[in-house]
């Protein structure tokens, strides 16, 4: 059955080792009963977890079955000790938290006999031993004699070849000692049992073989073997410990300590709940910015420019050239950059061809509210202002066309982004709307521009303003020839005269306006707005002019007499214009009432006989150009502005490099910035939050660093039991496991408890409902978090545990 052939087992103590087996060869038949006795110390438990596995020897040989254990690796021992070997202790080492039924079943539990069985099984020894009816109760509710039944029961429970009992009475009273021992008589009818006691009277009365150790020496066997039999059809069955079985383990485990564990998860919980409520505010956060903008940037159009700057390339402006610089240098150098010869690189030249202002018109109507075209071409318009004629001064604000291709489309719009406070809406093109701003204000500058009398106390009732009269002069009649030049109003006397003409288009306001309080448009100075229509028909006019078209024909300014500049000047020239003024900022936000910065003063007027001017120039600011140079395209919703980018975006893919159009979307710019730092503060803030789920992650190590040496001796009677290392740490890991899952619940379910309060507070405070909202998503991330960094922190406990010596695990070190 069982061989030793020379073995021998040293222990290392410090400097000095000590031969606990010394040279032991002795041979077992399949079923005695063998009593090992001697001195204390003389190495009976050494003997005995040799022979079960629980102890390596160092030389010599131990057979099986007549196989050699030479080449057991670590799980051939512990399918031996779950397959072969059945242990009883002196204390009987029942896992405390387990039922009698659970302790019995865990030896069978490891070599994965299903459930029926299993129970079956524990169910006829436990009768067998007298205790079926306790099968339920847990360990600590029995004797000691019970108990001790209850390890029997275990060790036979899968059916092994050996029993090895410690001491099995050691620590029961004489009666309660007759009975085990007579249990184990009858075991060892067709069993090996080997049994390590004190008492010689007991060995001679129950065994039928004594082997008397001395110093690790057998100095006496009564009834040696000689092993003859050929028996080699040994095979192990290995053993292991399903997830789900280390769960419920563990699970059993935790329920003896519940208050410890509760206390552990809500600790371990805070950095869950941290993080829980930051996503939760910003994810709420982020879709209360995504309403926002839905709302409120869907009236932000999107933008065509025939000459445009981008945005990267004026950002670039202050920044080092080329390679890294250091900001800041020590040096005392002056060092180049070549922004301004760069700057042609960064202007984009849209192409606003026909065919392309073609492609708007077919934009389907449902995605648009309004398009608003822009054409580079002055309107003159006079007015009267304190017994003095004056042009209205474009400037400094005042003159704005309403967007919208026709006036059903301009007022469409206007009607549904402003409300009428005062007079009409215009009949036709000769109606002009006074905006004012969200506090009934329009800025002074404005005021003396459009010549509109005030005195800072003094406040004008709409009616006087209402009606009040303007004159559109065409360029024939603001531009007198003479000569081969033209010249252009200047004198008071110029503009009385020019005031009276007959072909003047008599003006007037019509209503004053006032944008509506949920349409988010923001006027800034406040002024005029005329119909496009108007605008047309002033370009068609002036095309047909006088001025125009003998400026058509010169060379040089008939304003001046003086050359005009070059298309193809050099950029870097000394009349280079700033890039702000190529492209005045005021266009950029056209809602915002105030200023396009074209030029009508006759002060201004005169600028533009500048040399920086080209003679395209000059003709589109006369009118000699039918083409927008800005166009406005007011989406009817956030989404559909998405299917208007599509559809212009579809038209850069099929067209040259040259024919681009580049759209600007002011919204999207302030969508990425405003979702970037929502996006910044939230990585910030988890981050900050991080740092307690890394304290709860060595936590949760301590803890379970502490589980581990409670529960030391069920590492060793598992291990007895045939569990592998393995299996050790998968019961550790299943408790962390536990401690894990728990925690990130409870750190959701606080963290959920907090929105509601925060979500009445920021109510209260914003009007805003349910910022604070979790996102199943983020719940799920977290619980998933919180595991994985439990488990992490369980590891090195886990590995502790698995590495106990079990024999050092059963003594409970
Ligand atoms: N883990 C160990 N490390 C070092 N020496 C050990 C260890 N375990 C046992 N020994 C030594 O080995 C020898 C045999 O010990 P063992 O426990 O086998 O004796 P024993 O006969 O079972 O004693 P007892 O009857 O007191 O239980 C003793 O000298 C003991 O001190």
Redesign the pocket.
């Known amino acids: 059955m069982i061989e030793l052939k020379n073995t021998t087992k040293t222990?290392?103590?410090g400097d000095y080792t000590?031969k606990?087996?010394d040279d032991v060869s002795l041979a077992f038949r399949p079923n005695e009963f063998v009593a090992v006795v001697?001195?204390?110390?003389?190495?009976?438990?050494?003997?005995?977890?040799v022979i079960g596995g629980l102890l390596s020897y160092d030389e010599g040989e131990m057979l099986v079955r007549d196989r050699s254990t030479q080449s057991f690796k670590k799980t051939d021992w512990d399918a031996y000790r779950n397959n072969s070997v059945g242990f009883i202790f002196q204390n009987y080492q029942l896992i405390p938290h387990l039922s009698v039924l659970s302790n019995v079943e865990m030896g069978l539990t490891l070599s994965g006999v299903d459930k029926k069985t299993r129970h079956q099984r524990a169910s006829e020894l436990l009768d067998r031993v007298g205790l079926k009816a306790h099968m339920n109760k847990k360990p600590s509710q029995l004797s000691g004699g019970q108990m001790q039944r209850v390890a029997i029961a275990r060790a036979l429970a899968n059916d092994p070849d050996i029993i090895l009992a410690?001491?099995p009475t050691g620590a029961l009273d004489s009666e309660t000692s007759e009975e085990i021992m007579s249990l184990l008589t009858e075991i060892s009818q067709d069993k090996l049992i080997l049994m390590?006691t004190?008492s010689r009277d007991q060995a001679k009365r129950y065994a039928s073989r004594i082997i008397e150790?001395k110093d690790?020496q057998v100095i006496e066997d009564t009834h040696p073997y000689q092993a003859s039999s050929r028996d080699t059809d040994y095979q192990l069955n290995k053993t292991g410990m399903s997830f789900w079985n280390a769960l419920k383990l563990s699970g059993q485990n935790i329920m003896t300590k519940k208050g410890r564990t509760l206390i552990t998860a809500v600790a371990a919980s805070i950095g869950i709940f941290g993080v829980a409520v930051i996503l939760a505010l910003s994810n709420g956060l982020n879709n209360q910015i995504a309403n926002f903008e839905r709302e409120s940037l869907a009236s932000y159009p999107l933008e065509i420019q025939s000459e445009t700057v981008s945005v990267e390339a004026m950002m670039s402006m202050g920044e080092a050239s080329g390679e890294e610089r250091e900001k800041y240098p020590q040096e005392q150098t002056l060092l180049t950059k070549t922004f301004i010869e760069d700057i042609e690189d960064m202007q984009i030249n849209n192409a606003i061809t026909d065919d392309y202002l073609n492609y708007l018109e077919d934009i389907p109507r449902e995605y648009i509210q309004a398009i608003n075209y822009d054409y580079p071409a002055s309107l003159n318009v006079l007015t009267e202002f304190d017994d003095e004629v004056r042009a209205v001064d474009r400037s400094t604000g005042g003159l704005e066309t309403l967007p919208g291709k026709d006036e059903n489309e301009e007022f469409n719009f206007v009607k549904s982004k402003y409300d009428l406070l005062e007079g009409d809406w215009p009949a036709d093109e000769s109606g002009l709307l006074l905006v004012v701003d969200a506090y009934n204000q329009i800025d002074t500058t404005v005021l003396d521009s459009i010549g509109i009398s005030y005195s800072d106390d003094q406040e004008i009732d709409f009616n006087a303003v209402l009606d009040k009269e303007y004159q559109l002069v065409y360029q024939d009649d603001f531009y007198t020839k003479e000569g081969d030049l033209y010249r252009a109003p200047q004198s008071q006397a110029d503009y009385e005269e020019i005031y009276e003409e007959a072909n003047n288009l008599d003006l007037s306001i019509a209503g004053v306006i006032r944008p509506k309080e949920d349409s988010n448009i923001e006027v800034r100075l406040g002024g005029l707005m005329y119909s496009n229509q108007l605008k047309m028909d002033f370009i068609a006019e002036a095309q047909e002019s006088d001025i125009v078209e003998d400026q058509r024909e010169a060379d040089y300014h008939l304003l001046t007499g003086q050359a005009f500049a070059s298309d193809e000047e050099d950029p870097a020239a000394e009349d280079f214009q700033a890039p702000t003024q190529m492209e005045p900022p005021a266009e950029a936000i056209p809602s915002a009432s105030g200023a396009p910065a074209e030029i009508t003063t006759p002060t201004e007027a005169y600028a533009m006989t500048q040399a920086s001017m080209t003679k395209e120039e000059w003709l589109s600011y006369l009118g000699d150009e039918s083409k927008p140079s800005y166009i406005a395209i007011y989406p009817s919703t956030f989404d559909s502005k998405n299917e208007i980018v599509t559809y212009l975006e579809a038209w850069n893919e099929d067209a040259a490099e040259e024919d681009q159009v580049i759209v600007t979307d002011m919204a999207a710019l302030i969508t990425d910035l405003s979702g970037g730092l929502m996006n910044a503060i939230t990585i910030a803030l988890v981050a900050f939050a991080s740092i307690s789920l890394v304290v709860s992650m060595i936590m949760i190590g301590i803890i379970i660093y502490v589980s581990v040496l409670e529960r030391t001796g069920e590492i060793g009677i598992l291990r007895a039991l045939g569990a592998r290392e393995k299996d050790i740490s998968r019961v550790f890991n299943a408790e962390t496991f536990i401690i894990g899952l728990s925690s990130g619940l409870l750190g959701i379910l606080f963290a959920y408890l907090l929105t509601i309060p925060i979500n009445y507070i920021i109510y209260q405070l914003t009007e805003l409902e349910n910022v604070a909202q979790l996102h199943p998503a983020h719940v799920g991330a977290l619980l998933a978090i919180s595991v994985v960094l439990t488990l992490i922190g369980g590891i090195i406990p886990a590995r502790i545990a698995a590495k106990k010596?079990p024999?050092?695990a059963l003594s409970g070190q």
């Open positions: 222990y290392q103590a000590v606990a087996i001697g001195e204390s110390g003389s190495g009976k438990t050494t003997l005995l977890n410690d001491e390590v004190h150790l690790g010596d024999v050092l």
